[in-house]
């Protein structure tokens, strides 16, 4: 195929869409709904799942003994648990450093005074950090085991933990209605794009006649029907990004406060994302429309 041929291809694909306006409009907002909805539920995936890890990678578990556990006791627990693979740090907390510690962080003055070196009801405990969150399971079922249920008072992760698998819990869900909506929608995009471009060559089946019987190809007649369903990907890729960022804009600070600080910021993660997500877009849009238009083609060209 020449340059000017392709040239010519490439304008009447332009001028179809054009020409087609508000099937093309029809098409272009479908697709831009079902590429919102798919980034959406990625973003805030992401979001969930970059929190989640980073409050995992805080977590470490503190172990408190009971006033009658004796010193001997708690250093032989110290000790084996030290001689696990899976521990990379522990620490003992003695009711000294445990009084220290309260002083520092303790604001209210008149509860401050309530604990001092005469009165001090703070336990001893030991901090352990593990190489992985991962491994703190095991390590809380190893120190929660009955030989030292008389020693232990309580476990600091056993807390910590039912707000991590909380938040497991909610990026699953979240996963799961997203990728339902996702398929919902892709099968509306694809149905309506098929319609779109049948409909368009049932308006314009005089005009495919009259330029078959000039001696127009089939790559002549059929490639315009294709530039023409990449065009409705390539506008609906860009109204997404931009509905998506002035979305984020907006509701950024309500979803803050649910969900906290979120690293970089929702949308300084959006737009370290950005990349990404543009590819994906653009890959998905132009995927389904070129298959849409191939597919309605063949069936109603007879190509």
């Not at 709904?33 to 798919?38: D, E, R, S, V």
């Not at 008389?150 to 039912?162: A, C, D, M």
């Amino acid at each position: 195929m020449s340059s000017q041929s392709t040239t010519r291809i490439i304008k009447l694909g332009f001028v179809n869409f054009w020409r087609n306006g508000w099937l093309s409009l029809a098409a272009t907002l479908i697709m831009t709904l079902t590429l919102l909805i798919i980034s959406v539920f990625l973003i805030f995936n992401l979001v969930i799942s970059a929190t989640t890890t980073s409050i995992k990678s805080k977590i470490d578990m503190s172990v408190y003994f009971e006033e009658t556990a004796t010193d001997m006791q708690i250093q032989d627990l110290q000790l084996s648990v030290q001689q696990r693979n899976d521990v990379r740090e522990i620490t003992y907390i003695s009711k000294d450093e445990a009084l220290k510690r309260w002083q520092t962080t303790q604001k209210n003055e008149k509860i401050k005074l309530l604990v001092t070196a005469n009165n001090n009801p703070l336990p001893r405990s030991l901090e352990i950090r593990a190489n992985s969150p991962d491994d703190l399971d095991a390590i809380a079922n190893f120190v929660g085991q009955d030989k030292y249920k008389t020693l232990v008072r309580k476990i600091s992760y056993q807390e910590n933990k039912g707000i991590v698998d909380k938040l497991i819990n909610i990026t699953r869900f979240s996963e799961k209605i997203g990728l339902i909506l996702s398929i919902i929608f892709i099968v509306i995009s694809i149905l309506v794009i098929l319609n779109t471009i049948r409909l368009t060559i049932f308006t314009r089946s005089t005009e495919i006649e009259i330029m078959r019987l000039v001696g127009a190809n089939n790559s002549f007649i059929t490639y315009p029907f294709i530039i023409e369903g990449v065009l409705y990907g390539f506008f609906a890729t860009i109204i997404s990004l931009a509905l998506i960022w002035l979305g984020l804009h907006l509701i950024s600070p309500m979803i803050t406060n649910y969900l906290g600080d979120v690293p970089l910021g929702l949308e300084g993660f959006f737009t370290a994302h950005l990349p990404w997500i543009i590819l994906l877009e653009l890959l998905l849009s132009v995927l389904i429309t070129t298959v849409c238009s191939l597919i309605s083609i063949r069936k109603n060209l007879k190509v």
